[in-house]
């Protein structure tokens, strides 16, 4: 058993989840909830504290058993937890309470941000606090503009306590009010944000040691549903050539500098907009683990429940590299239907959409599901969680297909649904379409080199149909700006090898290289066999250009018009990643030698003098 | 929670890993052991029966409360099993009381595979039943040859119950029989194996669903010290170009037709001798989780455990592949010496040995440290693990090398010790040598090449120390069986990318590629530059000897003699498994540019006309 003694309060899903870490450890948890059977309470049998972690009596209680204390939630009693230190001065608190106290209101999160973000230039959208009157509001959204994000100040999450006002119009206004505060409403209740129109959502989780270090996972895409997060994908990739290639360090830099500005140790997550101009806003903090992180039990090599256990206690920081290749996440919540279970199947809950979704993912390799024991479902209730790991986000999107398709069935079992659209990216590869996470990008500088380049294309959807790939057009002449922008986002986007067909000077493939890390196939192409083309030389001319590179910058050349084998050799190179391509190369190079001892047959059977005259 | 509840009989490690992966599925487990705080009770907050779970009466109340019963341990009694299926009925018993009784008496289980596994033919060292008197042990040793190895049928783990005699002296045959049966022996309580002259101890996990199907993780090497699993290497490689590159499979293929003879489902441990000749023999089978698979938790797609608890309760097997480049595990025993923790820092445990290593594992990237909540550490005594998992052999292998020092310094302070040796493999790459986990191999037909090639493994050494690389020779011509070894085998030996140098006819980085899966980078060499070589065609031949394969076979070439554009191609090629490659990559570009950028400023202060004179 440890030395320390860690104290938490609040006990749902992320106190059950950091449960499980200390477990690993040996570190002894209390937790302070109500009732015996909270989801945390579970997995630990140890005495907790049957109680309201919102009550300072049961705090004070908390704390005569703890070395350390931390909170699964941020809607405490900041009071209780600063009186705390006064009469329990050898109890730790992380993060610290006046950090919880900043964050756990929303507008003096904002300012704090802003203060020390740089001010004016913080990367922050602009907001105003409001006074609850149809007179304030009208003269705020004069100024900040339509739609008109109203939010209250505290006690707001998953969507909760957010209004969107989309006119002046006073009973619209006055209905802002009413809902979000029913009892009226004073000065410090509410306040205002300009309305972001983002293209995407994103999330860092950032883990803030004692001696106020800070390390971050990847950034990571999230999606939406009636505000409550629905899926993670991890790590976030740009999405097309035209976008900015450093937004992923950016965001992840921006997230330590927001994080550093705090005081006390612990996990935080860290929620960003991206807009279409490349610019990062950030939407909000919250000082704890969160639910855009939990892909990180399986997919890094320390949890973000781990980290918040060494940030608390004072230990070394775990890695937060990802160790597998893509992962995604899908939060299970709950659906208003109820179902007696039968006792001929194993059943995971009395709630049929639980139930359905947890044997799909048994059913999907590389799924985790995760339950977090709540005794009630309800709709919108965040019941559990699966995570998706696999090699690629092609894989990862393909097996995250079958969980969001009985998702769509379930809600809507007719018509299409807000899933379908989300996972639209993710739809297995196309026949002749261009993969939307592709691993393998084929370029060429013109369309009249495809039918050289086509065979590429053809021998990696006949044989290697896992392998995702696009192919495009890049010219190195004619559109250079699109060649640096190819070139320096490929490996953002997530490719891992780009093959490119050039003919002629044939700077194509060089220039690529010259521009990314990655590795860049060069095929020579013989320009007398393009429409148009010049030559004689037979594609020599294009074979010296791509061998012949200078020391620093690689190309790997195949022989003249040999797209296929440029293909082929991709995906040898990616099987450093996927060890299953290794099994599948091996396959097709059997073929070939049974393709060979067909041939000597048939050379056996009719012999050689009318081997040439006979259709084989 | 889940309609089904899980009885285990015993609360170690093993029962405490598997209730944890329940908990993710929210499955209720109900523990049978002595005390309330065994390990797996303390990660439970249910009511658990406090008994032995050798005692039938208690087996009978578990029985009351639960759908499914499994074991942690093969010790038990197989009689109350039985009688609880009669008195049970509706309580699933898995794997079945059969299986438990046949494995746990280890000549009955030898007996078993013989007869399941092809008689004669099986995959087993030669073992005969014995009576415990000198004159049959004197019969049998003159049999089976010595040193033979005596060992108890049942209640044998971790070496107890195994005694090896090295002689037919009298004196030695009674020594032999007063440890094994202190208390005297009967005839059914002994039995001997011929010695297995083993190099490796080799693995794997199988897992057996309800309807007879399996499926297994991948063979692993394992490493034990005083008969104690030590360590575990995942997966298994073959470690020199001679070995059989086929071992790996036909472990799994042997382990999953032994797996296969049983009934009831569940997960097993398949325990194999590797010999020199590649034979590979079934040492002994658990039926249960088993230590050599605690890696799978943090490095498989599934964990043994969760597979454990998708067989027993018949849902679909979770996949086991590996998730990660390759993972280690080390088991962390107690010492015999307690100190008083200190209560400044976070203490692990009261056995220094145990703190110790726990902080290293906090301190190293990729380890995860599992403390089991034993109450008492005993010499010897499992009391955790810790998982390392990481991109590559290599880097498991750096990873592992703290723990394995700070282990061998708190075990011999002065000496070299027996961990040391089991690390010597796992050296970091000594300048100049090849490294014994290379990612990258470097071949060529002659050492007449190698000034040609060195350039490749000098810039490899010097700008991205973290590869691990080889340099040997390959002939095509001169050693072709050497040549189809190495090519067979070099995806076995974890290799991922190979570079080729030749000149002249240059067929070696061609047939290499036709032979292996891998990519290969093939260099063509300019032979005037060779001595004795022929020439004058300036590596032009090589070139298209390289260059220009076949359809089907791809070698990526590179520009005449530049092995310094191979190397750094290869380390773009492993960024496909490693995307912190992508990285170092940028820098060894920007580097480059810095070097065009200093010319830059020399040519401006002194001037064109001057600077081919001075020096730069």
Known sequence: MSSKVVGILGGGQLGRMFAAAASLLNVKTVILDVGDDAPAKQVLNSPHINGSFKDPSFIQQLAEKVDVLTVEIEHVDVDALRKLRESHPQVEIHPSPETIGIIQDKYRQKLHLQVHLGGANAPLGLFQQIDVTPDDIKRVAAELGLPLMLKRRTLAYDGRGNYVLRSSEPRDITAAIQFLCPNGGGKGELYAEKWVPFIKELAVMVVRGRDGNVASYPAVETVHKDSI??????????????QDPFIRANVQRIAQEAIKSFTGAGVFGVELFLLASGEILINEIAPRPHNSGHYTIEACESSQFDNHLRAILGLPLGSTKIKVGAAGMLNILGSNRLIQPQPSKVSFSSDPLIDKLTHVALSTPGATPHLYGKAQSRKGRKMGHITVVGVSDAEVGERMAGLLSALADFEHP???????????????????????????????????????????????????????????????????????????????????????????????PGMVASMTALPVVGVPIDSKSVAGGGGGLSGVDAMWSILQMPRGIPVAAVAINN????????????????????REMEVYQKGLGEEVDRKIGVLGDIGWGNYGKSKI
């Open 563 to 582: 797209s296929t084998n440029a293909a082929l050799l991709a995906v040898r190179i990616l099987s450093a990643g996927n060890p299953e391509l290794v």
């Open 229 to 242: 997060c629905h899926l993670v994908w991890a790590p976030f990739r740009t999405a097309n050539v035209e």
């Open 414 to 508: 007719t018509t299409d649904s807000e899933s379908s659209s989300a996972l639209s990216s993710y739809r297995p590869h196309l026949h002749g379409q261009s993969h939307p996470h592709p691993l393998i990008s084929i370029i060429m500088g013109s369309d009249s080199d495809l039918p050289t380049m086509l065979p590429a294309a053809q021998i990696l959807q006949k044989h290697f149909p896992s392998v995702p790939f696009e192919v495009t057009l890049v010219s190195a002449h004619r559109t250079p700006l699109r060649l640096v922008a190819f070139a320096k986002g490929a490996a953002e986007r997530g490719v891992k090898v780009i093959i490119a067909g050039a003919g002629g000077a044939a700077h194509l």
